[in-house]
């Protein structure tokens, strides 16, 4: 079955420097997402990237993030400098329209200190 | 924007009981997805479920767009089922899903 992979599982990282997370979308999907998840809370919105450009960014995505897909298969986050309040989970997702079902990588694990 | 509630915030349940899981929605939605949060952070996809009723094994899910809200139901609950569970919807193509605060179902031996 097709699935959403993400990589590294876990990163821990010092404050101030650049952090990459890679993910994997679904080969035949269109619609790529980032989405975090503090600990103990509910899962946020940060970008959405369709036809090779942002549709849509949360308030929580400013400057210090950037998305991109350097080739035909990786979507990648990436934050310039990280501070403690980036620690979180981060799950990259895919779809296949936009509309439908959307499917969630098992997420990067990112640990700012 | 839309809101997206979960009740109860919280439920402990004996190994074999049944539960209700309920997720209410504010606004017309064109989407709604069921998830499962297992122990290491996972979003497991249980249903995608827009409107009317689904079964996979033990769970099921309806989904009432009409009056804005969704049901999962666990049957014979295992303690495998513990973790924590979301309902997410979308409202726009392409737009990003909106998440509840989730339901942490605890099922004690």
């Known amino acids: 079955e097709p699935e959403v992979t993400q990589t590294p599982s876990h990163q821990v990282t010092q404050m101030g420097q650049e952090v990459i997370l890679r993910c994997v979308p679904i080969?035949?999907?269109?619609?790529f997402y980032w989405y975090r998840q503090i600990l103990g809370q509910k899962v946020e919105f940060l970008v959405s990237?369709?036809?090779?450009?942002?549709?849509?960014k949360s308030e929580i995505f400013d400057d210090q993030f950037s998305v991109e897909r350097p080739d035909g298969s990786n979507f990648t986050l990436k934050i310039r400098s990280t501070k403690l309040e980036d620690s979180a989970m981060y799950f990259c997702?895919?779809?296949?329209?936009?509309?439908?079902?959307?499917?969630f990588g098992q997420g990067t694990r990112l640990t700012v200190v | 924007g839309i809101q997206v509630e979960q009740s109860p915030p919280d439920l402990i349940l004996q190994e074999g009981a049944n539960s209700t899981l309920r997720c209410n929605f504010s606004?017309?939605?064109?989407?709604l997805q069921w998830f499962h949060q297992n122990p290491w952070g996972q979003l497991i996809n249980l249903f995608y479920i827009p409107s009317g009723t689904k079964q996979n094994g033990r769970l099921s899910a309806t989904t009432v767009a009409t009056e804005r809200y969704s049901l999962l139901y666990i049957s014979s609950s295992q303690t495998t089922d513990s973790g924590v569970y979301f309902c997410a919807v979308l409202y726009n193509q392409g737009g990003k899903l909106i998440f509840g605060q989730g339901t942490e179902l605890s099922v004690k031996p």
């Open positions: 997702a895919s779809s296949s329209d936009g509309y439908t079902e959307a499917f």
């Open positions: 606004d017309s939605v064109n989407n």
């Open positions: 990237f369709y036809n090779n450009e942002i549709s849509e």
């Open positions: 080969s035949n999907h269109l619609y």
